[in-house]
């Protein structure tokens, strides 16, 4: 028995000396104060005094960093910025009132070098997004791009929230198809590689792309289920080096069943804008902050608006007068029928409040095939709508789809399948994501709210 109680006296030892791993937002949070802990991160600064050395270390979790006092005893020489640790130690509260907490080291193992000559990185610099843009595989240790990071995360757990909590279900809809959705013709065709296959040949029988819109699977699905969405990777082999466009991006896609109302789309396009905003707000005070203050100045304001406000609804005719009567000087033309370019679409959004703006009923000719022809209209139009959004000009574009056999046999043969089998009045929209995040951090350049950045003459990380 005395073997016993030593052995159990030796667990309890065992387990009270043992360091409780934690993330530097959890040390932040001051849960476990006066407890031995240990945290793992990248050194962000460095500085030694005669007695002391103080580091900040991140490890992602937080736009603030965990300061570490250490005896000068534990100072290494491969103690430098952008160096990886480990340190144990003894949380502590702070006598400084910028910081709620520190960490007293004990031990500090440097896990990995890094020499901060060559790291592209400065300590005391602030980089611009322009400057870190030039380095995909290292720009997530940077404070503005690691909060564009966990504000991408929140946004995207607050879109599959929305929806969860509204009823749809999700699909994942297929990255490898045969078909165009937006029949634009800008495909990524894939083709197998390696010995066993001839050069041309068709690895599904057909030819192959990587998708442009998940809609088509959606409507497939919309055939069984009311409430449906997919939200993924789509691809555009558009040859641009604008601030706009990227080969690759994400999609947030919605198909509803059972309505004949453009209202029914905006709805929902409008709440999931306002819910997406409000989480992220919530979720990410320190993050948005950031961009709102150092990169976007005074952007705050707009999104502010943006979420205080209902969004207008304006017609295409409405627009096209509005453009005419207007004293800017477009370089596209603003006749009834001209698509409208992303100069008429910020004039619109300016125009209306600086808010977001919907407009609906456009000329039929303009949308694709599936858009559902209003009919009642004298010019022709499609029961078609796009938001419009400050700073980036159109986020969601959506229309009520074409479900009348008569009507779409006119225009397009292979889809009437769809139409022929219990079909109902439904419609959709797509947003795109990236958009969406550079809508409400004012960020001007698209490829800077994504994290590996894909477009034409890019090189591949």
Not at 141 to 170: C, M, P, Q, W
């Amino acid at each position: 028995t005395s073997v016993s109680r030593g052995i159990a006296a030796g667990i309890r030892h065992y387990c009270k000396n043992t360091p409780t791993k934690l993330r530097v937002s959890q040390a932040l949070s001051g849960a476990e104060l006066g407890s031995n802990i240990k945290v793992q991160g990248w050194v962000r600064s460095v500085r030694a005094q005669k007695a002391n050395v103080f580091l900040h270390v991140n490890d992602g979790s937080s736009l603030q960093s965990l300061q570490v006092v250490a005896s000068s005893e534990l100072s290494d020489p491969l103690l430098t910025f952008g160096s990886a640790v480990e340190v144990t130690g003894i949380l502590k509260k702070s006598p400084h009132q910028k910081q709620p907490v520190e960490l007293d080291a004990k031990q500090i193992n440097v896990v990995g070098e890094c020499n901060p000559v060559d790291f592209p990185f400065k300590i005391k610099e602030r980089h611009g997004l322009e400057y870190i843009r030039q380095f995909p595989h290292l720009r997530c240790r940077t404070n503005a791009f690691s909060s564009l990071l966990r504000i991408r995360s929140e946004a995207t757990a607050a879109i599959h929230s929305y929806f969860k909590d509204n009823g749809f279900v999700e699909i994942n809809t297929p990255i490898i198809t045969s078909n165009d959705c937006e029949g634009a013709g800008e495909l990524f065709q894939v083709e197998p590689s390696g010995p066993d296959y001839a050069d041309g040949e068709n690895f599904f029988s057909v030819p192959a792309y990587l998708t442009v819109s998940g809609q088509l699977h959606l409507e497939v699905v919309s055939g069984a289920f009311s409430k449906v969405y997919t939200f993924g990777p789509t691809f555009r082999a558009e040859n641009s080096q604008s601030r706009r466009h990227l080969a690759e991006f994400y999609m947030v896609e919605a198909e509803i069943s059972f309505t004949q109302s453009l209202e029914d789309l905006t709805k929902v396009m409008e709440d999931m804008f306002r819910f997406a905003t409000e989480h992220v707000l919530a979720h990410c005070v320190e993050d948005v902050d950031l961009f709102h203050k150092h990169v976007t100045p005074g952007h705050r304001d707009t999104v502010d608006a943006m979420i205080k406000n209902s969004f207008p609804v304006i017609t295409y005719r409405e627009a096209i007068d509005i453009l005419r009567r207007s004293s800017e000087r477009f370089a596209f033309p603003t006749d009834w029928g001209c698509d409208l370019k992303t100069e008429h679409e910020k004039y619109l959004v300016k125009h209306c409040g600086n808010i977001p703006v919907f407009v609906t009923d456009y000329p039929y000719d303009l949308k694709p095939f599936y858009a559902r022809d209003n009919q009642d209209h004298p010019e022709r139009t499609a029961a078609a709508v796009d938001l419009l959004v400050p700073g980036v000009g159109e986020l969601c574009g959506g229309s009520l789809r074409e479900e009348r056999l008569n009507l779409l046999s006119a225009r397009l043969e292979e889809y009437l399948d769809l139409r022929r089998f219990g079909s109902v009045p439904h419609g959709g929209f797509g947003l795109g994501f990236e958009r969406y995040l550079q809508c409400i951090l004012g960020v001007d350049n698209i490829k800077d709210v994504v994290p590996f950045p894909r477009f034409s003459h890019s090189c591949l990380l």
